[in-house]
């Protein structure tokens, strides 16, 4: 499931990252690599801040629909 249907408080793992290269390469600078744990922080208007590799980073809506999320 797209990290925009992820609950607060809980960690899940990422399994995908679409997009074009563009798009995985700067997801992957801020720290969204596959297999890495995310915690969903907050979620305002579809906007989300995660924890992820120990700093909070915050997302647009568009961006945290390209990141598959599975359970832990």
Request: net charge positive; hydrophobic share 45%; glycine share 12%.
């Amino acid at each position: 499931m797209p990290l925009t249907f992820a609950k607060p408080g809980e960690t899940y793992i990422i399994m995908r990252i679409g997009g074009n290269s563009e798009i995985r390469a700067h997801l992957q600078n801020l720290g969204f690599v596959v297999g890495s744990n995310v915690e969903v922080v907050t979620a305002m208007s579809g906007n989300v801040i995660v924890n992820i590799k120990g700093s909070r980073v915050a997302i647009s809506k568009e961006m945290a629909q390209k990141i598959m999320i599975g359970g832990k």
